[in-house]
């Protein structure tokens, strides 16, 4: 019998500018860009994995970032936030960076008894920081900007927004083992079974809100996590058995993955813990080669002239400097 979801294994979103996308997340936020490599199925565009040192499942934002993107539309059908984890302690550190490099932060809100910060990426994508007493363990980046104390502790949550809660709770309690713990107004929060990072997922109801449209800052799928490829196959044979339509069981390098549409519109994948990033990079060198898959190594030379290049640098700004004096 398979076990329930664990929690978030990774997000995946759209980004425009590549150099913009690493010096948000990885010089800014201080996530690790754990892993550089190719969108396998346009491999004109990288594939950057931003997460703990090790790119824990749970930790793993990722992205496609198409130049020239235009930005996407906000609407149901879709991942509308993001929200890692920070000690409570950390809200006031987070609050004076982002502000410094000229982030759009919004005011703190409280819910479910939690402090929240929202606040945008360069392309529009709404991420949230959430104070929690008991964060999970994660791998801090500790060679990263940011103080260890203060460091991001992987996702506390995902938001949803769906026009009708009822089906897509349905698919996470009846399929995916999630169970429903607390409501907020039109906030519907479902827990995964473990203590473990990435716990929760939020379905939040908009009858009349639009369908978001994809484009640069909004989040293109969710990934569940599962333990290994047995567990994966009783999760595929029981989603079609229930009618849904999921994907064959793609090789995705760092874990395998099934695809499929909630029937909210938000496409989830399931994706296994295991080979993870290790797998073709050691822990020091994580994420600052150009990894292919072995299928496209014979194109390596004509796919590096194609990208555009990186600076992996960290980029100081006179007030980023100023602040760490
Ligand atoms: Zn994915």
Do not use: C
């Amino acid at each position: 019998m398979k076990q329930s979801v664990q929690g978030i294994h990774h997000i995946t979103a759209i980004a425009s500018d590549p150099q913009a996308n690493v010096d948000f997340y990885h010089h800014l936020l201080g996530q690790r860009l754990v892993k550089t490599t190719i969108n396998f199925d346009d491999p004109g565009t990288y594939h950057f994995y931003f997460g703990d040192a090790l790119g824990t499942p749970g930790t793993i934002l990722t992205f496609f970032p198409w130049r020239h993107m235009r930005r996407g539309q906000r609407g149901n059908g879709e991942i509308a936030a993001t929200a890692y984890a920070i000690r409570p302690g950390s809200m006031p550190f987070w609050q004076a960076r982002l502000a410094q490099h000229g982030v759009t932060v919004g005011a703190i809100q409280t819910r479910f008894g939690h402090s929240v910060l929202p606040f945008e990426d360069p392309d529009g994508m709404i991420l949230e920081l959430v104070t929690t007493a008991e964060p999970a363990t994660v791998q801090v980046w500790q060679e990263g900007p940011i103080p260890a104390e203060h460091a991001l502790l992987g996702f506390y949550a995902a938001t949803a927004w769906v026009t009708e809660v009822g089906p897509t709770a349905e698919l996470l309690t009846t399929h995916l083992g999630y169970e429903f713990v607390a409501q907020e107004g039109n906030r519907y929060r479902y827990k995964g079974a473990s203590n473990d990072v990435g716990l929760y997922v939020d379905l939040v109801e908009r009858p009349s809100t639009l369908r978001g449209q994809m484009g640069a800052g909004t989040v293109h799928h969710i990934a569940f996590r599962t333990v290994d490829d047995a567990e994966q196959k009783e999760y595929l044979t029981d989603l079609r058995r229930a009618g849904y339509h999921v994907s064959p069981v793609m090789d995705r390098q760092y874990f395998h993955s099934i695809y499929f549409r909630a029937p909210s519109g938000v496409l989830f994948e399931i994706a296994t813990d295991a080979p993870g990033f290790l797998y073709d990079e050691p822990i020091a060198e994580l994420g600052t080669n150009l990894k292919l898959p072995d299928w496209f190594e014979p194109r390596r030379e004509q796919i590096e002239a194609a990208l555009p290049p990186l600076n992996r640098k960290p980029v100081v700004t006179a007030k980023a400097a100023a602040s760490h004096a």
